[in-house]
């Protein structure tokens, strides 16, 4: 069975600072990831996806994800923390197949202090 | 605008009332789900569609029915709603042949059961 694990329900930084968020993955296939971000009172918006091509996989806003099978591992990053990077981020995780089912971690909701 | 739309985005409802959730894509997109987001669970499948007429549970079906007579629209129905399902629901979409699980969210419905 495949399962995400986010460590870190609440992570501050301060503005300017490298943002990491955690996320480790169980898959007993290789597995397709996510990251996606949900902003107040907005729906989910994909932010990049690993798909057994490049580890180091770039996003939007900035954002980036390395994938470590070594590791089971697929942290998301960012330099720099912006105010408006302030919101919730999943992981997500899929086997593929005709289901196109995604597995969500429980979420890590960003705060980002002037 | 490529967009998944939800009605309504907030509803206050009573035990037993039967209420129905519409969903709508305008991407002509075959796949269309619902998911349920709780705090501390993550987001949750309900059912999903592969495409028209085609419909199966996911991982939390009980005390939902879906239907999906036109490629466009899946709307979430709730025979007769429980407390228990007070939640944050999401519709998404997602074109057949794209990479599993780039799914396209709507903003979300968000539904309290006296």
């Known amino acids: 069975a495949q399962s995400v694990t986010q460590l870190g329900s609440h992570v501050s930084v301060s503005e300017g600072a490298l943002v990491l968020l955690r996320c480790n993955y169980s898959?007993?296939?290789?597995?397709?990831l996510f990251w996606y971000v949900q902003y107040p009172n907005q729906g989910l918006q994909l932010l990049l996806k690993?798909?057994?091509?490049?580890?180091l996989v770039k996003g939007i806003n900035g954002f980036e994800a390395e994938f470590k099978k070594s590791e089971t591992s697929f942290h998301l990053t960012k330099p720099s923390a912006h105010m408006s990077d302030a919101a919730e981020y999943f992981c997500?995780?899929?086997?593929?197949?005709?289901?196109?089912?995604?597995?969500f971690g429980t979420g890590t909701l960003l705060a980002v202090q002037p | 605008e490529a967009q998944v739309t939800q009605n309504p985005r907030y509803l206050i409802t009573v035990t037993g009332k039967k209420l129905t959730v519409t969903c709508s894509q305008n991407?002509?997109?075959?796949?269309m789900s619902w998911y349920r987001q709780d705090p501390g669970l993550g987001l949750r499948q309900i059912y999903y569609?592969?495409?028209?007429?085609?419909?199966d549970k996911g991982d939390v079906p009980e005390g939902y029915k879906v239907s999906r007579k036109e490629k466009r629209n899946f709307p979430l129905i709730l025979e007769s709603p429980s407390p228990n399902q007070t939640s944050l629901y999401f519709c998404?979409?997602?074109?057949?042949?794209?990479?599993?699980?780039?799914?396209?969210f709507g903003e979300g419905s968000r539904l309290t059961v006296l």
């Open positions: 998404a979409s997602s074109p057949s042949g794209r990479i599993p699980g780039e799914l396209f």
């Open positions: 898959s007993s296939v290789p597995p397709y």
């Open positions: 690993y798909t057994s091509a490049a580890t």
């Open positions: 997500a995780v899929s086997r593929g197949g005709a289901t196109n089912k995604l597995i």
């Open positions: 991407m002509n997109h075959e796949y």
């Open positions: 569609s592969m495409n028209v007429e085609v419909t």
